[in-house]
């Protein structure tokens, strides 16, 4: 459902944003086990809506726009609004319909289940 | 007595200095990753901090560290943030890549004014720390009526 949704979204010409915000690559965890892939990335102060999954053709683009509630006179600014982007490979092998994330403290966590004829198998061997 | 109380203005002097150089340097530091670029420990978390009158406001950009994994002690206008960021790798997981590993982190400010430590409200959503921090009495704009 989540990826359906941004799928649909993505068929549209992109948006420019008025305003060109700074793109940062955000810092990625990738793990593995048999069942699936695991993306862990840092996306701080980007809310759950503003976050874009798009897979197509073997290219998964994950992008997150972070917009600071900023008040008062600034006495000094480590960091600001910007875009979190990066592109990945995405194996052949990964189910693309059961791709799901979940956002919590700032990372995301992306779960790219493999398909499965791609899960390893144990073959019985039958006596003839 | 105000041989200390120069060496502090000093030291914030030399504190907003760094903070404008990190900034300056900013744009060039796309990627996050410790050991690329110009982010060292000395600048982990980044921070905001605004002036609102009547509060100064701080913002830190933490994620992944857990609210009871994060410190924050504060003494007059010294403000220090500290904690760790713990491995999240679930078992049974092969890792191919990490590239913000487990880590302590401690960093350390002086606020340009004194603030009521005990009003002090800390928040951690999103990879967010935002803090108010109400200045004391003495460092708070007033009106002067003139008689």
């Known amino acids: ?57 073997g290219k998964m683009t994950l992008s ?26 995405v194996p052949q092998n990964i189910d693309v319909g059961q791709v799901h994330a979940d956002l919590k403290e700032g990372v995301l966590r992306l779960h790219l289940p493999k398909s499965e004829s791609a899960k390893p198998r144990r073959i019985e061997i039958t006596a003839g | 007595m105000t041989r200390w109380q120069d060496m502090h203005s000093i030291l914030g002097a030399m504190d907003l200095f760094r903070n404008q150089m990190n900034s300056l340097f900013y744009q060039f530091d796309r990627t996050y990753s410790l050991g690329h670029g110009w982010e060292t420990s000395e600048t982990y978390p980044r921070t905001n ?69 005990a009003k002090v409200t800390a928040t951690l959503k999103e990879g967010l720390l935002t803090m108010t921090l109400p200045k004391s009495e003495a460092a708070k704009p007033r009106q002067i009526s003139i008689q």
Do not use: C
């Not at chain 2, 913002?59 to 504060?74: F, H, P, T, W, Y």
């Open chain 2, 49 to 117: 901090l605004s002036d609102t009158g009547d509060n100064l406001e701080l913002i830190a950009e933490l994620s992944g560290v857990n609210r009871e994994d994060l410190k924050v002690k504060l003494q007059g206008n010294y403000l220090e943030i500290s904690g760790s960021r713990k491995a999240d790798i679930p078992e049974g997981y092969t890792v191919h890549r990490i590239e913000q590993p487990a880590a302590a982190f401690s960093r350390s400010f002086t606020l340009p004014y004194e603030v009521n430590a």
């Open chain 1, 64 to 89: 997150g726009r972070r917009r600071l509630q900023m008040t008062g006179a600034t006495a000094w600014r480590e960091f600001a609004d910007a875009e979190f982007r990066r592109i990945f490979a």
């Open chain 1, 1 to 57: 459902m989540f990826m359906n949704e941004n799928q649909a979204v993505s068929q549209d010409q992109p948006t420019e944003p008025v305003r060109q915000l700074p793109v940062i690559t955000p810092a990625v965890d990738i793990l593995e086990n048999e069942r699936e892939i695991l993306l862990h990335a840092d996306l701080p102060g980007v809310l759950k809506d503003d976050i874009n999954i798009h897979i197509d053709n």
